[in-house]
């Protein structure tokens, strides 16, 4: 590890990571209710934005030699029932993009979505569950690590209203940090951030291909914030005062905010 983690450090590269992304959107002219619409549109507007930001993390992550503890937890929460989350999660966006209508979808806008979904995942989880989390847990215990890292994870969206959002950005915000919290769980159950990835762009690809499903995604999605803060309550319940050791992290090495 080339840099002792630190919250301070976390938070700039988040920040750079946002910059990146939102600076792409600005130039690219993005109109957000309209990212899905054609395959020249997911492509400037999902795929570019993300593949820019996936390269900042890629180096900010190498150069402080955080990789280990980003991707990997020293072991596994338990108890395991938990996983029930995750599993409604997933099972959740299964349901949303079977119930939607793709007859319009083409070729190359499915390949741009797998492609866009899959970077969603790798870099929202990388900057968020993983960095935000490694360098808070330099500082905090982990109950205030899951709600900063969350809280940040749904504030990333509020961007999203001065971009075409509008005020359901707001929303956003909220259902955001359940969905947070579930991945939050994921990480923590699973033992690595990978799974918590892959849930997150399957998560993303059902909400953005197709057309349709509206009620059906929002009832799911508020079900799914319900039981993530239930969940996490039952987790973290015996955490109150523990910070979780961190692979290739000194346990001396804790410092101050």
Same mark, same amino acid.
């Given at each position: 590890?080339?840099?002792? +983690? !630190?919250?301070?450090?976390?938070?700039?590269?988040?920040?750079?990571?946002?910059?990146?992304?939102?600076?792409? $959107?600005?130039?690219?002219?993005?109109?957000?209710?309209?990212?899905?619409?054609?395959?020249?549109?997911?492509?400037?507007?999902?795929?570019?934005?993300?593949?820019?930001?996936?390269?900042?993390?890629?180096?900010?992550?190498?150069?402080?030699?955080?990789?280990? +503890?980003?991707?990997?937890?020293?072991?596994?929460?338990?108890?395991? $029932?938990?996983?029930?989350? +995750?599993? /409604?999660?997933?099972?959740?966006?299964?349901?949303?993009? @079977?119930?939607?209508? &793709?007859?319009e979808?083409?070729?190359?806008?499915?390949?741009?979505?797998?492609? %866009?979904?899959?970077?969603?995942?790798?870099?929202?989880?990388?900057?968020? !569950?993983?960095?935000?989390?490694?360098? =808070?847990?330099?500082?905090?215990?982990e109950p205030?690590? $899951? /709600?900063?890292?969350t809280?940040?994870?749904?504030?990333?969206?509020?961007?999203?209203?001065?971009?075409?959002? %509008?005020?359901?950005?707001?929303?956003?915000?909220?259902?955001?940090?359940?969905?947070?919290?579930? @991945?939050?769980?994921?990480?923590?159950? &699973? %033992?690595?951030?990978?799974?918590?990835? @892959?849930?997150?762009?399957? $998560?993303? /690809?059902?909400? =953005?291909?197709?057309?349709g499903?509206?009620?059906?995604?929002?009832?799911? &999605?508020?079900?799914?914030?319900?039981?993530?803060?239930?969940?996490?309550?039952?987790?973290?319940?015996?955490?109150?005062?523990?910070?979780?050791?961190?692979?290739g992290?000194?346990?001396?090495?804790?410092?101050?905010?």
């Amino acid at each position: 590890m080339k840099h002792l +983690p !630190r919250p301070r450090t976390a938070v700039l590269v988040f920040l750079a990571y946002l910059a990146v992304f939102y600076g792409i $959107w600005a130039v690219n002219g993005v109109k957000y209710k309209h990212v899905g619409d054609s395959a020249s549109t997911i492509a400037k507007w999902y795929v570019a934005p993300l593949a820019g930001g996936a390269l900042v993390l890629v180096v900010a992550v190498s150069l402080l030699g955080w990789w280990r +503890p980003v991707l990997s937890e020293v072991q596994r929460a338990k108890p395991r $029932w938990l996983l029930i989350g +995750p599993i /409604f999660m997933a099972l959740a966006a299964a349901a949303t993009l @079977l119930a939607k209508n &793709t007859s319009e979808t083409t070729n190359s806008m499915w390949i741009l979505l797998v492609v %866009g979904s899959l970077l969603v995942g790798f870099c929202e989880e990388t900057a968020t !569950r993983g960095v935000l989390v490694v360098g =808070f847990r330099a500082a905090y215990s982990e109950p205030k690590v $899951w /709600f900063l890292s969350t809280l940040l994870f749904g504030l990333l969206h509020l961007p999203n209203w001065v971009f075409g959002a %509008g005020p359901a950005a707001v929303a956003q915000v909220f259902l955001a940090f359940g969905g947070g919290t579930m @991945l939050y769980l994921t990480r923590r159950l &699973t %033992g690595s951030l990978i799974p918590a990835m @892959l849930l997150h762009g399957f $998560w993303d /690809f059902a909400a =953005f291909v197709g057309k349709g499903a509206d009620v059906l995604s929002s009832s799911l &999605t508020f079900l799914n914030l319900v039981l993530a803060l239930v969940l996490v309550r039952v987790l973290l319940k015996r955490e109150k005062n523990v910070k979780i050791a961190q692979l290739g992290v000194p346990e001396h090495a804790a410092v101050a905010a």
